[in-house]
T-cell receptor, first 113, second 111 residues
C-alpha cells in the first residue's frame, strides 16, 4: 500500500526566514506529485505539480518554489517567508498517466509571525 | 479559467436528515468531477469521481451524478450521521494536471 509522509508536522517561523517543507511517497513508482496551500478556513489552492524527477510546473505565483530531487520526494521552499504564507500545506499524488484523482498527505501547518 | 461553485458555506442538519450540497462547475473542456471530504487537522480524502455525463459516483452512502446540461455535480446522502460532520469540497479536473477546488461546505450534524 502506498503511504505519503509530510514533514515537519508544524512550523512556527519568523517573517523573512527561509522555509523547506518535504513530502515522500512510498509504494508508488513515478507518481505525479502536487503541492497545495490552504488558508485557515479556506479552499485548496494548487501551487505546483511534477510528473517526473527534476521537472516542476508552477500553477500560481506565491513567492514559493518547488523541486523534485528524487522520484518519491517533493520539496517546497522559499528563501524569505511572508505573513501571507501562513496556512496548511498539503502534498498529493496521483498515478502516472492518470492525472486527475489525487490523494493527499496529512499536511504541514505553518504559522509565520 | 475553470471554476467550481459551492453555494452553501455551511449546512446544519440532524441525524437521519437528507443532505444536498450543491456544486456547479465552469470549464472549457469536459472535466472530471470529484468530491473530497476533509476532517479537522487532516488532508482531504477522496470520496469519488465521475468523468462523463450521467455517470454516478458514490462512496460511503454519498452520491452525485454528473449533469453536463446543468453543469452540476450535487452531493447527496439519504441519511446523515454525526460522524459525517466535516468539510466537503467539490473539484474539477480537465485531464491535465490542474485541479480546481470549490470553496468548501461545512456540514454539521447534530445527534
Amino acid at each position: 500500500a502506498q503511504t505519503i509522509h509530510q514533514w515537519p508536522v508544524a512550523e512556527i517561523k519568523a517573517v523573512g526566514s527561509p522555509l523547506s517543507l518535504g513530502c515522500t511517497i512510498k509504494g508508488k513508482s513515478s507518481p505525479n506529485l502536487y503541492w497545495y496551500w490552504q488558508a485557515t478556513g479556506g479552499t485548496l489552492q494548487q501551487l505546483f505539480y511534477s510528473i517526473t524527477v527534476g521537472q516542476v510546473e508552477s500553477v500560481v505565483q506565491l513567492n514559493l518554489s518547488a523541486s523534485r530531487p528524487k522520484d518519491d520526494q517533493f520539496i517546497l521552499s522559499t528563501e524569505k517567508l511572508l505573513l501571507s504564507h501562513s496556512g496548511f500545506y498539503l502534498c498529493a499524488w496521483s498515478l502516472p498517466g492518470v492525472q486527475d484523482t489525487q490523494y493527499f498527505g496529512p499536511g504541514t501547518r505553518l504559522l509565520v509571525l | 479559467g475553470d471554476s467550481v461553485t459551492q453555494t452553501e458555506g455551511q449546512v446544519a442538519l440532524s441525524e437521519e436528515d437528507f443532505l444536498t450540497i450543491h456544486c456547479n462547475y465552469s470549464a472549457s473542456g469536459y472535466p472530471a468531477l470529484f468530491w473530497y471530504v476533509q476532517y479537522p487537522g487532516e488532508g482531504p480524502q477522496f470520496l469519488f469521481r465521475a468523468s462523463r455525463d450521467k455517470e454516478k459516483g458514490s462512496s460511503r452512502g454519498f452520491e452525485a451524478t454528473y449533469d453536463k446540461g446543468t453543469t452540476s455535480f450535487h452531493l447527496r446522502k439519504a441519511s446523515v450521521q454525526e460522524s459525517d460532520s466535516a468539510v466537503y469540497y467539490c473539484a474539477s479536473g480537465t485531464g491535465g494536471y490542474k485541479v480546481v477546488f470549490g470553496s468548501g461546505t461545512r456540514l454539521l450534524v447534530s445527534p
